[in-house]
């Protein structure tokens, strides 16, 4: 019954047009080097020594630079709040981040070194979300922003609730943003065990050429790192600058912005994805069932940036399917339904739309159909975790407690930690009279995530 975490089929590449003047302001950098992991089994060994050369190299061009390692969360969250509180309107602002990073619900967490992550849950809870944070800087007026994650990195923590670690999303980034990844969307990377990454090296080999605007300095990092790799690590780039800005002071001229080349990713069949869980439940006194109001949906940021990609293509299969997760989180489950049904129609075969077309389908009760997505999404992609706990789910609202219990159990056999399913199964092995296993397995669910009990009520069951 959880949302997706998948791949964008193509790596988009929006470049404003140019005008005739550099952006001004002043100019603010956040670095931050996170290499002590103790989660890792070893620290890492270039994050550290990058973030220094990083600082150094903006400190030259003029930055202001707020130097962190090693930093914790309460940490980052200072930092970032020192941060914002310089920024007036004009300025440039920019982050580079080095250590582990993870996606989750198509969003992007910078990871500080005492997250504690088991599930995907605790994702969002410890990281640092660079859509956030973006957004941030945004409303304070900043007038360039730039964001450099060199985070593309197998990590410890996904594997514990993954076969595979799933790289960095991609950003709905508010305009006059450049956004560079050290590595192709979805896909990761292995430490070198060097001192420093092929991506800093590259990068700050182009950030000292003079007479280069920032868009075609990063574009020619990622031709290095493109070539000096072999091909096998190809960073992504995502820009809506609407202002001329050069990393060198007084270097570049007004025009010179070259257009980047769209390197897409590695093809999504070749990595598959599991879907993090649904956001946290209204209270119970808050009818989840009954649609919002449309204004509220449309004031929405994130739905409005995602309509207006959809305006331009109507077959834009991830903004469609990452709508439909806004939708459903926003309890506006028919709306969530339509654009799992276009993200269908472009791609019968996308497992974590039928799977969550299922859940979202169990949710008001339309349970028939909701079978036959959760049983495809299972031929397609056997052991499918998410798909057997919505499916569980389903088989609870419908009172075919056995075959709930049967469900759930496969569930929990490939992540013992997966509340819903635990929960799920306890309130079906109550409903078949075990009521001291049932109680066990809500006890357990309940400790591991107070929300639960509302949760299941916001989905009708009780």
Same mark, same amino acid.
């Not at 005008?19 to 670095?31: E, H, I, K, Q």
């Not at 220094?52 to 190299?57: T, W």
């Not at 940021?301 to 990452?322: H, V, W």
């Given at each position: ?311 331009? =293509?109507? #077959?834009?299969? +991830? %903004? ?7 939708? /459903?989180?926003?309890?506006? $489950? ?104 049932? =109680?066990? #397995?809500?006890? +357990? %669910? ?7 009990? /509302?949760?299941?009520?916001? $989905?009708?069951?009780?």
């Amino acid at each position: 019954m959880t949302f997706r975490l998948a791949l964008f089929l193509a790596a988009i590449v929006s470049v404003a047009s140019t005008v005739p003047s550099l952006a001004a302001g002043n100019r603010y950098a956040l670095v931050v080097g996170n290499a002590k992991y103790p989660d890792a089994d070893a620290p890492l060994k270039e994050p550290v020594n990058d973030a220094h050369d990083v600082a150094d190299e903006l400190k030259r061009d003029g930055f202001q630079v707020d130097i962190g390692v090693n930093l914790t969360g309460d940490a980052m969250r200072r930092a970032f709040g020192r941060l914002y509180a310089k920024i007036k309107p004009g300025d440039v602002v920019l982050l580079f981040f080095s250590g582990y990073g993870i996606q989750s619900n198509r969003q992007t967490f910078m990871i500080p070194v005492n997250a504690q992550i088991w599930q995907e849950s605790d994702v969002r809870r410890d990281g640092i979300n660079l859509e956030t944070v973006l957004g941030d800087i945004n409303n304070r007026g900043a007038g360039v922003k730039i964001a450099l994650l060199d985070a593309s990195r197998r990590n410890p923590y996904e594997r514990r609730f993954r076969s595979f670690s799933a790289g960095l999303a991609p950003v709905l980034a508010p305009n006059g943003t450049l956004v560079m990844y050290s590595a192709a969307l979805s896909s990761v990377i292995s430490d070198r065990s060097s001192d420093h990454s092929l991506f800093v090296q590259e990068l700050l080999k182009e950030i000292r050429v003079p007479n280069l605007m920032a868009e075609e300095t990063l574009n020619r990092t990622r031709a290095g790192v493109t070539r000096a790799s072999h091909e096998q690590q190809v960073p992504w780039i995502s820009s809506s600058l609407a202002a001329d800005f050069s990393f060198v002071p007084g270097s570049g001229t007004a025009g010179s912005r070259t257009q980047l080349v769209n390197v897409p990713p590695p093809p999504p069949t070749k990595l598959d994805t599991l879907t993090p869980p649904p956001p946290a439940a209204p209270a119970p006194t808050e009818n989840k069932s009954a649609a919002p109001a449309q204004v509220a949906l449309a004031d929405d940021p994130t739905i409005k940036s995602l309509t207006a990609k959809i305006a331009a =293509n109507p #077959d834009d299969i +991830n %903004a469609l399917y990452r709508r439909g997760q806004v939708y /459903a989180s926003k309890g506006a $489950y028919n709306l969530a339904i339509k654009d799992f049904d276009d993200t269908l129609r472009l791609n019968p075969k996308d497992v974590e739309a039928l799977n969550n077309r299922c859940w979202t389908r169990t949710v008001v009760g339309d349970l028939k159909p909701a079978l036959e997505d959760c049983n495809e999404a299972l031929r397609l992609r056997p052991n499918f975790v998410d798909a057997l706990d919505s499916r569980g789910l389903l088989n609870l609202k419908a009172g075919v407690n056995k075959n709930a219990i049967a469900d759930f159990d496969a569930a929990l056999r490939i992540n013992p930690r997966l509340t819903s399913s635990l929960y799920g199964r306890g309130l079906a092995r109550q409903r078949s009279g075990s009521i001291s296993q049932g =109680n066990l #397995d809500i006890a +357990n %669910a309940k400790a591991m995530d107070p929300n639960i009990v /509302a949760e299941f009520e916001s $989905y009708g069951v009780h």
